[in-house]
């Protein structure tokens, strides 16, 4: 099946309505994920994996892809209107953003971020739709010791990027790799740090880690400085238009977040959040009205927002084609493919072409109906705004025990999430990178499967590791990127070379 | 713990390879944590909630304590009813009867969307429910 079958295949099956049902309900929780404060796109899609287990695999997807660019919208929202993102990839957006909300222009700047979004989400599907069939081709020639350097290298390079220092991203992946070592181990079937918890035979449950550590330890810092939330003022619909100089001045950033965003996505790390600083920044550098940045310019909120759409849909790219996640929410969506039954990677185009191209698809229809349902519904989600904390924290803990609850009816995975969260807390604190760890529980078994059936084939020989040409390429981009920083200080140092520091501070 | 797992021949590895290879990235990420925390100034601390925001923070988390350790022998309902309750009179200066009524509706409306209509099982109480 060539693209342009697949895209006209995938529109089949995003058209069904039980698909058109997943698309709207995930677009619409995204944004409502991503509007309340305390919740992210990670732990929102955490709490609806295991609903998503009673739908068929394509649907179950193209929600939780709903619910992962429903978010970035929504995330913006409160960014503009109250200067707190709703998540981290909006944090870039609250700079021009709300200082437009004080120039009274609220309205008109969230029908750019819808654009913006739309904009850089179909154009990243297209790209998408293009690109992903073809890696899927080359991820053909792969064998263990590629995939073991794409999976392990991968983790690396995310950690490091993950922002912060070395241990900031290193000291959270090891934990995660430890905790994929827990469970029955999938070759011999013997038990591995169980503790004769029979629970825990099956591994440690993602969605106790992800909701415990994004959303229960954001609830904690919450809950500590509840004296600081601020309710916005309301946005009504006649206000939603921009004037026809916002529209022009939003044109060119929407064109280079997208770009910016598409290629992004494709790489290992937080790739929404390292999209919208990088447009941002971009837009510093080349806008014509970049003497207005940082004081309520349109192309600040525009360019950004742009490209964390844009990542957010082609970070779907190496998940699909070559069935790696670069990301905690790409990972969740794994662990679903990996509970339906469906192994992401170069083989799913043609074993299960329905929820490859379906869930492309999906994307294109999510982002129309995220464009036609959000600018009217704006002052809706303004509105949940003010809904006061005492009421909307105890309604989302008592779900995140539901959904950890009902993944295996296992009150370990429950009391798991508050030691998560503890444990998540104190590392927040500590400035470490929470993501690593999540990424690290899902790679870590298919390390160690690559690892293992490397080192079967070539009857223990090493070499297989780092001698094809494909690993090779691999490793030395991993080793690149981590003596970046090394290179960097010892330039400062030795010749008085000053670069502008490439790994963000942090992208949590 | 993970040397004691089997660690097979190279072209054969056992169960214990990979913890042990796990163990030594944990070992170097320790020292590089340890190492890092050596040399940030002390002047770099961290932030910590003090007064009545560390007191709301600590009822919170013996509170989540005591709701799961509740669940398994009062059932979802009640114990989620108690523990909202006594959540929102942490959290807000209203009435008990109004968090009491409050409390109710939430866990009504989440029992009734989750455990009814979408039948995901969770603990009950003798009452079933």
Known sequence: MDALDGILYGLSVAFTFNNLLAALVGALAGTLIGVLPGLGPTAGIAMILPLSYSLDPTSGLIMMAGMFYGAMYGGSTTAILVNMPGESASVITCIDGYKLTKKGRAGAVLTIVAAGSFVGGVISVMGVMLFAPALAEVGLLFGPAEFFALTAGGLLLFSRISGGSLAAGIFPMAIGLMLSTVGQEAVTGQDRFTFGLADLTLGVELVALVVGLYGIAEIMSVVESLQTQVKPLPVKLRDMFPSRQEWSRSVAPFGRGTILGFIFGLLPGPSATLASF????????????????????????????????????????????L???????????????????????????????????????????????????????????????????????????????????????????????????????????????????????????????????????????????????????????????MLLEPLRQLAARMLGIKIKKIIPESSE | MATQLPLGEMDAPGAGLFPVLVGAIM????????????????????????????????????????????????????????????????????SWWRCGAYAALMTGVIYFCFIYLLKVPMPSFAFSF
């Open chain 1, 278 to 321: 990088a447009a941002y920044r971009l837009e510093k550098g080349v806008s014509k009205y970049k003497h207005e940045l940082g004081e309520g310019a349109i192309e600040g909120v525009a360019g950004p927002e742009t490209a964390n759409n844009a990542a957010a849909t082609s970070s779907m790219v190496p998940l699909l084609a």
């Open chain 2, 27 to 94: 070992c170097f990420a320790s020292l590089a944590t340890v190492w890092e925390g050596w040399k940030t100034p002390r002047t770099d601390g961290i932030e910590l909630p003090v007064g009545q925001d560390r007191t709301r923070l600590f009822k919170l988390i013996i509170l989540l304590a005591l709701y799961f350790t509740a669940m398994p022998w009062l059932g979802y309902s009640l114990s989620s009813w108690a523990f909202a309750l006594l959540l929102m009179r942490l959290l807000s200066p209203l």
């Open chain 1, 323 to 481: 069935g790696i996640p670069f990301g905690p929410v790409t990972a969740l969506m794994l662990a679903a493919m990996m509970v339906h039954g469906v192994q992401p990677g170069p083989m799913m185009m043609t074993a299960h072409p329905q929820v490859f191209w379906g869930v492309i698809a999906s994307m294109l229809v999510g982002n129309v109906m995220l464009v036609i349902l959000n600018v009217p519904l704006v002052s809706l989600w303004v509105s949940l705004l003010r809904v006061p904390n005492h009421i909307f924290l105890p309604v989302i803990l008592m779900m995140a025990s539901i959904g950890c609850y009902s993944v295996r009816n296992s009150m370990l995975d429950v009391g798991m999430l508050l030691v998560v969260a503890l444990i998540g807390y104190i590392l927040r604190k500590l400035e470490f990178q929470l993501a690593p760890m999540v990424v690290g529980l899902v790679l870590g078994p298919l390390i160690e499967k690559h690892l293992r059936e490397g080192l079967f084939m070539s009857l223990g020989e090493l070499s297989v590791f780092y001698t094809s040409p494909i690993a090779i390429v691999i490793w030395l981009l991993v080793i690149v990127v």
